[in-house]
């Protein structure tokens, strides 16, 4: 696993190189900056834009292409940002547009794209549309942006369906003069209504406003729940936002969300250096979701089926064969993502005694997971994730092999499902720690002063950055490694070709490299000419063989 550095990104030769390649987002590899949590520069506790600016040669260091930065918009924060109160300013925890322009400028420098997030089926309750959709009546034009009806019963006491909200609870709020509003998620989120000429208007202006200012695009959050199913018809299936099996209940996959992308697409054309659009839509199956990434579409969605596959050979293999050609089928590449800011990191879900099992956090009286075993098996399927043709994800920290907080107490959480559903779900705070940057100092190294929005766990000091830039055998050294070897040997852009293998094991040519990914706890038995280019951990092969729970990548190269 010894590995020299070689610069992919700060060198402004290849930097203007990878702005000027129009399909760049084809195979990029797109780092999550979850805003709160990367670093701090004013020591408030919080992140902001000094820090995230003072990371990006740590960022080219590591060799990614773009980064995606959650909501950094104004906000009343209850939902850590994706509650909007003004779609084009920046909210003064994490800075001011000139910081943003800012960073902007330096990412660009370092050949790094930014998306931004996009946030169109709610704003927050502190909109000033929504607010003076409060101070007006009952059929006036001010309450046709978002989603008002009657009441039912009598007296319209009574929500206008049962559909209710992914945090827990109903999904309307009464407000007291017989009219109710939908809520998909938080009390403090109201949905708006799209058939609304105003609404699609004024998106079209945010777009503009951040395409203006450079951005490289938009991840669209809840992308599939714009449009509500006609007369807002009882839902009958009663999932969640993550329903799987088709059973789309009406408030998501309605098929009115596509034309709302096929404008969007139209707009983002007229931009030179193409921009990008990905979806956040947890749609299911695969070719449901491949919709939303035809030709005059988006250009991604997230592959959250590859996420929910857990630590399963079968599962994974299956997963990977139905998104590459449900994908294939409309000319668009698949995303390979595992982690990001709401679900639990999976360096701790495959460290669980069922690691296929799925959770909505984990909490102090959970059984709590294997954390070695755990990130044994996230450094394996990080040379799949980071092998398969297409785009990768990567959430920020699990290059450090970060696992979740999972002992958090009651009195810190501020995830709405957790207070929503009375503690039932634990929700997501867990992943949302702030990062560790120096193992000796404050907070980690989040900022100078230790304040910190949530605690950190002890084994993020032996997991910081620092302690593991120079160890050839750290996760971050894998990962750098592992983004190096991938620019130069075309992944991403390679067609896989499975090789037989038992059903524990994922066995493919990617080009000129062989990946092999044992997800059995057996050795297998590698080809007697291998020749090994990375390995998830330094025990990975001996005598001859896989371990498991480990990979590597293989020359091909004659
Ligand atoms: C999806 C976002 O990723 C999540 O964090 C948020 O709570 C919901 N959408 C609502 O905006």
Redesign the pocket.
Known sequence: MSDTFVPTKTDPGAAEAARTDDAWWRDAVVYQIYPRSFADGDGDGMGDFAGITSKVPYLSRLGVDAVWISPFYVSPQR??G?DVADYVDVDPRFGTLADVDAFIAVAHAAGIRVIVDL?PNHSSSAHPWFQAALASAPGSRERARYMFRRGSGPDASLPPNNWHSVFGGPAWEPVGDGDWYLHL?DPS?PDFDWSDPEVAEMFDDVLRFWLDRGVDGFRV??AHSLVKAEGLPDNTVMRDIQGAGGDRGPMWDQDGVHEIYRHWRRLLDEYTPPRILVA?AWVHPADRMARYVRADEMHQAFNFPYMLSGWSGQALRETIDESLAANHAVDATTTWVQSN??VVRHATRFGQADPTRWVNGIGPDDPQPDQELGLRRARAIALLTLALPGSAYIYQGEELGLPDHTTLPADVRQDPTFIRTGGAEIGRDGCRVPLPWRADAPAFGFNETGASWLPQPAVFGELAADVQEDDPASTLSLYRAALRLRHERGLGRAALEWNESPAAVLDADLGDVRMIVNTGSEPVALPSDARVLLASVPDAVAEGRLAGDAAVWLDLRG
Request: proline letters at 0%.
């Open positions: 939902d850590a994706y946030v998620f989120q959050d809840v956040e800011h709401d």
